[in-house]
C-alpha cells in the first residue's frame, strides 16, 4: 500500500511558539510537553478528519468505481457501524506542535501569546529524525491495527485528499470480507482503529499558513468500549503502570504521565526531557512582536540554564502586528 501522506523533507529546525511562563518552564526545566489533543486549541481537528473521511466515503458508495457500489445495503450498513464506533473512541493521543516558519504572524496570534510570547527553534534532523521515519513507516498503512510504538514526527497535511482515498480502499476491502470472513462490528471496529491513530496529521487547508509539524505519541492503553463484560481492568492497571514511570524513547527521556487543569478539565501530559542535548538541540529564540523581553535578558537566562546560545540567534519580530 503506499503512504496517505507525502514524503516530505524533515526541515533542520523546527518552531514552537508559546508564551513566556511556557518557555520559562521549557528552558528551566529542559523538557517540551505532550499533551492530549483532544483538549488542547485544536480538538475539533480529528472530529474534522472523521467527518471528511465518513463524508467522503458516503459521497461513493454508489460510485461505480468502487466496488461497494454493488452492494449498497451492506456498505451502508458497515458505514453506518463505523460511524458509531468512531463516535464512542476516543484513545489518548499526545502532541507537541511546530512549525518549519519562524516569525509567522498567525503562529503569534494562535500560539504565541497573541504576540506576547517567544518562538524556539529546535533541531529536528538529529532528535526527531527516528521520529519521522517510524511515521513514514507507519502512515503507509500496511494493515496493522496496532497503535504505534515510539514517537511520530511529521508534517500536517492541510489536504484531505490522501486519507479519504485511503479511507475508500480499505473500507471496499473490508466490504469483501463480509459477511463470510467476519462480522460488521469487527470490520468497522478494525477500520476505525487503522484510521484512528492517521488523523492528528491532518487540518483544514484554512490553517495551511502555520506550516505545521508535530510530534505525536500514543499512550499504551485499552482502547474504547469500556463496558464491563469486554474491559479487563487488570490490564489497564497494568498498561497504566507503563505510563507512570520514566522511559527512554528515541534521544528524549519521557516524564511520567501527569495532569494539569485546563477550563475545568484534567489534561493528561507527558513531558520530554532534552537534558545532555539541550545545546545542540535549541538552535534559536525569537522574540514575539509584542513580548516586553530583551535578548540580553534571554540570553542570560539560557546560559544560567546550562543552554549556550549566541546573540545572533535571538532575535526580535519583524512582524509589523497592531
Known amino acids: 500500500m ?18 513566556v511562563e511556557t ?3 521549557i528552558i528551566s526545566n529542559h523538557t517540551l510537553r505532550l499533551s492530549d489533543i483532544e483538549k488542547s486549541n485544536d480538538f475539533m481537528e480529528k472530529k474534522w478528519a472523521i467527518r471528511q473521511c465518513l463524508q467522503h466515503i458516503e459521497n461513493n458508495l454508489d460510485n461505480p468505481d468502487y466496488p461497494c457500489s454493488q452492494q449498497p445495503e451492506l456498505a451502508r450498513t458497515l458505514l453506518e457501524e463505523m460511524k458509531r464506533q468512531f463516535h464512542g473512541y476516543n484513545t489518548m493521543i ?15 496570534r494562535g500560539y504565541g501569546d497573541n504576540g ?76 476505525v482503529r487503522l484510521l484512528y491513530p492517521a488523523l492528528p496529521f491532518f487540518k483544514s487547508n484554512a490553517f495551511s499558513e502555520e506550516a505545521e509539524w508535530r510530534c505525536v505519541y500514543y499512550p499504551e492503553l485499552p482502547a474504547p468500549p469500556y463496558e464491563t463484560e469486554t474491559f479487563d481492568e487488570g490490564r489497564f492497571q497494568q498498561l497504566l503502570a507503563a505510563q507512570m514511570v520514566e522511559q527512554e524513547l528515541d534521544r528524549f527521556r519521557m ?13 493528561p501530559y507527558r513531558d520530554m526531557s532534552f537534558d545532555g542535548t539541550a545545546a545542540p538541540f535549541l538552535r534559536s529564540v525569537t522574540i514575539g ?10 540570553k542570560l537566562f539560557l546560559e544560567c540554564s546550562g543552554i549556550p546560545i549566541d546573540m545572533a540567534d535571538i532575535h526580535l519580530s519583524d512582524v509589523s502586528y497592531r
Not at 499526545?94 to 503569534?108: H, K, P, T, V
Not at 517510524?134 to 514526527?153: D, H, M, Q, V
Not at 516524564?255 to 489534561?267: F, G, T
Open 2 to 19: 503506499k503512504t496517505i501522506l507525502r514524503h516530505t523533507k524533515l526541515p533542520d529546525v523546527v518552531y514552537h511558539y508559546c508564551t
Open 116 to 191: 506576547y510570547g517567544v518562538c524556539i527553534g529546535f533541531a529536528s534532523g538529529s532528535e526527531f529524525r527516528e521520529a519521522f521515519r517510524r511515521a513514514e513507516r507507519y502512515l503507509i498503512l500496511k494493515g496493522n491495527c496496532a497503535l504505534p510504538s515510539g514517537l511520530l514526527f511529521h508534517s500536517i497535511k492541510y489536504s484531505t485528499r490522501e486519507i479519504e482515498s485511503t479511507c475508500m480502499r480499505l473500507f471496499c476491502i473490508y466490504m469483501r470480507w463480509l459477511p463470510l470472513r467476519t462480522s460488521i462490528e469487527t470490520a468497522a471496529a478494525e477500520l
Open 94 to 108: 499526545l502532541a507537541a506542535c511546530f512549525s518549519s516558519r519562524r516569525d509567522l504572524l498567525s503562529q503569534w
Open 23 to 25: 518557555f520559562y518552564h
Open 255 to 267: 516524564q511520567p504521565i501527569a495532569y494539569r487543569l485546563r477550563q475545568n478539565n484534567l489534561v
Open 289 to 298: 512582536p509584542k513580548c516586553p523581553l530583551d535578548r540580553e535578558t534571554v
